[in-house]
């Protein structure tokens, strides 16, 4: 049987439906076709991707629900991987795990649904290059949006290189319209591209910049370097979701890729609410703009769950080559890999801890590969930075998936139980979490005026991990009995953790922080701190300064803007004066 796709004839072979086990379909009668190649399965052409293949039988897992599915129908084999449109009406459009359109959908997707470019509307396509030049693989041929923030940038294909034959005018076109031609290969405004296999690029870079999150305990304490990865592991009710999404505000992305695996419907719809009303600090358009959302919530068939985590990346791998970063965030790879593991059992896999299947830690280590700081194959420069949710089942973050995650990813911010029950936010636990991308960035930081960016650092680090060893000291025998030095260690914990590490979202000053602002604001503490031992060590009691009232250093935070650094050193002249005058 053969069909016709896209200017060229492609060969589509027919078989049936032999077993149906929930998402676990077997076939026969399907010759030549090839691991991950896409199914088409009984007469609703529901879509599916061989996983194995044994002799004549061939095993498939659906991607939509098998309800109504039985043995004898139909199946065509499409003779392709699993693909991703890619192109103009990705930004600002909400998806399922297959990047289908759910904007279009009305209530729910129809069954058999094919993925397709996300938008139906023309788009003004402006030419970069004339006729009869020469380009290479990753040039840039013209653009979509050129007057936006963010243009679309139509590239050459990976492994097309030679004289332009062909290059549209500057006007308007249909989304899938072919715009220019190199040496015989169509360029068309929406490409697909297979999404478990990496797009190429030139060259991968160490971790030299950093990504500014906006959130303080994780720029100062635990900060990720842009091509790098992150997790944030936690149990119920620690923050993860409301972590991520302030991430995704207020990072210095260029676009946010938003995958939610598995997540609560009622969760999705608050994140695409809250960014449709955001403005963008950058343009001062709504910060949907420059977004891309994945929604495969808990509802959605379970397999599209284990395909949205590469489809997520494909699509941010898609805008880093046109020179953009790119922030991809997961919630959550826990229940990615609980799809692996309920298709494993089907499949008769040996399992592994857990009932995980074998290959899990190879599949997590493939996915954070993907993310990279890179010179693309046009020679700009583009990253994408992976941060990952994990939901260890009762909080047990010696469970496969949480102790495999912190194996691959550069940066862990573990959420602390306790800190969440006492409204600490950020919950964020410094005795958990780790950042292997520090030492690299205390250069950066340096280079770009702040010497004293890794000290600062390292002496928030030490005093925190004493303040809580002295605190648990301080239950036995009692505060009073302890040195005024070390009182003094618990009392610098208190003004940290309360001045600096807490942050609210909820308040207009205080849901970003500048770097200069962090700066400000962990210097002020340290001063009082240090000012706070001279007087110890004067002969003053500590009682008497415990007894002081810290409030001015204390809401520094929260009276002064995002960017007022200068506001943070007036809350710590005040704060001075106000330890001057103890007797």
């Known amino acids: 049987m053969t069909g016709l796709g896209k200017g060229k004839?492609?060969?589509?072979?027919?078989?049936?439906?032999?077993?149906?086990?929930?998402?676990?379909?077997?076939?026969?009668?399907?010759?030549?076709?090839?691991?991950?190649?896409?199914?088409?399965?009984?007469?609703?052409?529901?879509?599916?991707?061989?996983?194995?293949?044994?002799?004549?039988?061939?095993?498939?897992?659906?991607?939509?629900?098998?309800?109504?599915?039985?043995?004898?129908?139909p199946v065509v084999a499409r003779g392709a991987p699993l693909s991703a449109g890619l192109g103009p009406g990705l930004l600002g459009s909400v998806f399922d795990g297959l990047l289908r359109p759910l904007s279009r959908a009305g209530t729910w997707l129809r069954p058999g649904t094919a993925p397709e470019a996300g938008t139906d509307e023309r788009c003004q396509f402006r030419p970069s290059v004339a006729e009869g030049a020469t380009v290479s693989e990753g040039d840039e041929l013209g653009s979509v949006g050129a007057e936006t923030a963010l243009p679309l940038r139509i590239l050459v294909p990976a492994g097309a290189t030679g004289v332009v034959r062909h290059i549209a005018e500057a006007g308007s076109y249909a989304a899938d319209a072919v715009v220019a031609t190199v040496e015989g290969v169509d360029v068309a405004l929406t490409s697909r591209w297979p999404v478990r296999r990496p797009r190429p690029y030139r060259e991968r870079l160490d971790a030299e910049e950093g990504l500014h999150t906006g959130q303080r305990v994780l720029d100062l304490l635990y900060p990720v370097a842009r091509g790098s990865s992150a997790a944030v592991p936690g149990g119920f009710g620690t923050g993860k979701t409301m972590l991520l999404q302030q991430i995704a505000k207020w990072c210095d992305a260029d676009v946010i890729v938003y995958v939610g695996c598995g997540e609560r419907g009622n969760e999705m719809a608050d994140v695409v609410?809250?960014?449709?009303?955001?403005?963008?600090?950058?343009?001062?358009?709504?910060?949907?703009?420059?977004?891309?959302?994945?929604?495969?919530?808990?509802?959605?068939?379970?397999?599209?769950?284990?395909?949205?985590?590469?489809?997520?990346?494909?699509?941010?791998?898609?805008?880093?080559?046109?020179?953009?970063?790119?922030?991809?965030?997961?919630?959550?790879?826990?229940?990615?890999?609980?799809?692996?593991?309920?298709?494993?059992s089907r499949t008769g896999a040996l399992p592994s801890e857990e009932g995980y299947p074998a290959s899990l830690a190879s599949a997590m280590a493939a996915f954070y590969e993907r993310a990279g700081h890179v010179v693309t194959l046009g020679g700009r420069r583009g990253s994408v930075t992976i941060i990952a949710a994990v939901s260890p089942p009762g909080g047990d973050m010696t469970e496969p998936v949480t102790a495999h995650t912190q194996r691959f990813v550069r940066s862990v911010w573990m959420l602390d139980r306790d800190l969440a029950y006492a409204r600490h936010y950020p919950a964020v636990a410094w005795s958990g979490s780790f950042s292997r991308d520090a030492d690299a960035l205390s250069v950066w930081h340096a280079q770009r005026g702040d010497p004293?960016?890794?000290?600062?650092?390292?002496?928030?680090?030490?005093?925190?991990?004493?303040?809580?060893?002295?605190?648990?000291?301080?239950?036995?025998?009692?505060?009073?009995?302890?040195?005024?030095?070390?009182?003094?260690?618990?009392?610098?914990?208190?003004l940290l953790r309360e001045g600096v590490l807490q942050q609210s979202a909820l308040s207009p000053n205080d849901v970003f922080c500048s770097t200069a602002k962090s700066a400000a604001l962990v210097d002020a503490v340290l001063t009082v701190i240090d000012r706070c031992n001279a007087l110890v060590d004067s002969g003053?009691?500590?009682?008497?300064?415990?007894?002081?009232?810290f409030g001015s250093v204390l809401r520094a935070a929260q009276e002064t803007g995002p960017e007022d650094f200068e506001g943070v050193q007036k809350h710590l002249e005040a704060m001075l004066a106000r330890l001057g005058e103890l007797p």
């Open 452 to 494: 004293a960016w890794a000290h600062r650092r390292e002496r928030v680090s030490s005093l925190l991990s004493d303040a809580d060893r002295l605190g648990a000291l301080a239950d036995l025998v009692g505060v009073a009995a302890m040195p005024g030095a070390e009182r003094m260690v618990m009392l610098a914990g208190r």
């Open 273 to 344: 609410d809250e960014l449709s009303l955001l403005e963008d600090p950058r343009t001062g358009d709504r910060l949907s703009r420059r977004t891309v959302i994945i929604a495969n919530t808990s509802n959605m068939p379970m397999m599209a769950r284990e395909t949205s985590i590469y489809t997520g990346v494909t699509v941010a791998e898609y805008f880093r080559d046109m020179g953009y970063h790119v922030v991809l965030i997961a919630d959550s790879t826990s229940r990615w890999a609980e799809a692996l593991r309920e298709f494993a």
């Open 9 to 73: 004839l492609t060969r589509f072979v027919t078989g049936k439906v032999s077993r149906v086990s929930g998402s676990l379909v077997e076939l026969e009668g399907l010759a030549g076709v090839a691991m991950n190649d896409v199914v088409l399965l009984g007469e609703h052409r529901l879509t599916g991707e061989v996983v194995a293949i044994a002799d004549r039988r061939v095993t498939v897992q659906a991607y939509e629900d098998t309800g109504g599915l039985a043995p004898g129908a």
């Open 540 to 549: 003053m009691p500590a009682s008497t300064i415990e007894e002081t009232d």
